[in-house]
């Protein structure tokens, strides 16, 4: 299992704060569960429908899209954050 968190505009668009699911098995890297996101309705769509947009924790680190995850893992996905 992993453990999915959503903030701001993704959680809205998603429509929930936080899941768990089972790590699908063609999904090895934040890349592939972003893909696999799309897949799974129109607000997952929305909400990762670009990518490189969309920012992403794993363990509470922040990964680029090529990171490996794996079970037990927690992924927080989230906006980018501006400053000022």
């Excluded at 129109?42 to 794996?70: K, L, S, T």
Aim: proline residues 5%; negative net charge.
């Amino acid at each position: 299992m992993i453990n999915l968190l959503y903030f701001a505009w993704v959680r809205e668009r998603v429509g929930i704060a936080n899941e768990e699911i089972a790590m699908p098995s063609d999904v090895s890297t934040v890349a592939d569960l972003v893909a696999w996101q799309r897949d799974r309705g129109e607000g997952y769509a929305e909400a990762f429908a670009d990518g490189d947009v969309v920012r992403v924790a794993v363990n509470q680190e922040h990964v680029e899209m090529g990171h490996p995850i794996q079970n037990g893992d927690e992924i927080a996905f989230f906006p980018p954050v501006t400053g000022g």
